[in-house]
């Protein structure tokens, strides 16, 4: 069974004593939500700078560190660069590749998510593949054919086995900080492509363990709505993420919506 899955997309928000802060808000009301970390995975996506100090902060815990984005290559005359393996020696586990930020104002390209793809995972971290739809695509009812596109070029050239160790977000251009989102029918027809296109390309194993994750606009009120999609395994959040009680609230949500989560099992 795939586990529920948070992750908290910082952005470029928190300076270091902030997330530090944010650090001991966050496990004080946690610690008030029994078995959580026996139920589902919770991960922060700090900033750059905010990372180091803030994985020493968690290592003794049950929350995941990740990075929001990686260059390729391990070292090298790459000014500015950071490598997964420098990540991960600073405590990420995870990373955020191809975020529809990144694509729109970086110029990354279907190729150059697909090369920081097999980055991440030569570094020993669990890349969180962003895919989604602008607002003009949409309207052309082109939705399933940019999903399709981005899931395959990421991911077609990897073996099953690294396959099963990605994680894809579906996070539509239109819906990020616009207060707008699909409807739940919606998510679950992009999620149940996705999952075809994963058993298409490294077979049924790899599709029912992959998980899914997702993002835009997510919020307390509505991340219920999107859980319930037998096809999505949790959310990436961003701007609701930014407040600890928001966060913390959404964890609590998930605990109570199954008699199960309640007891850890």
Known sequence: MRRPWLAANWKMYKTVPESLAYAQE?????????????????????????????????????????????????????????????????????????????????????????????????????????VGESQDERRQGETLKVVHRQVRQAIETLEPSHVRRVTIAYEPVWAIGSGLVPTPEEVARVAEAIRADVADLAGSEARDQIRILYGGSVNDQNLLSFLDTPDVDGALIGGAALNAANLAKMARRIMDRDPLMKSGQ
């Open 26 to 130: 966050l496990w004080h009301l946690l610690s008030d939500i029994k078995g959580w970390d026996q139920a589902l995975d919770l991960a922060i996506f700090p900033n750059a700078l905010a990372l180091w100090p803030f994985a020493e902060k968690w290592a003794a815990t049950a929350i995941g560190i990740g990075a929001q984005n990686l260059d390729p290559g391990t070292e090298g005359a790459l000014t500015g660069g950071t490598s997964g393996f420098l990540l991960r020696e600073a405590g990420a586990r995870f990373v955020i590749v191809g975020h529809s930020e990144r694509r729109k104002y970086f110029g990354e390209t279907d190729e150059i998510v697909r090369t920081k793809t097999e980055a991440a995972l030569e570094a020993g971290l669990g890349p969180i593949v962003c």
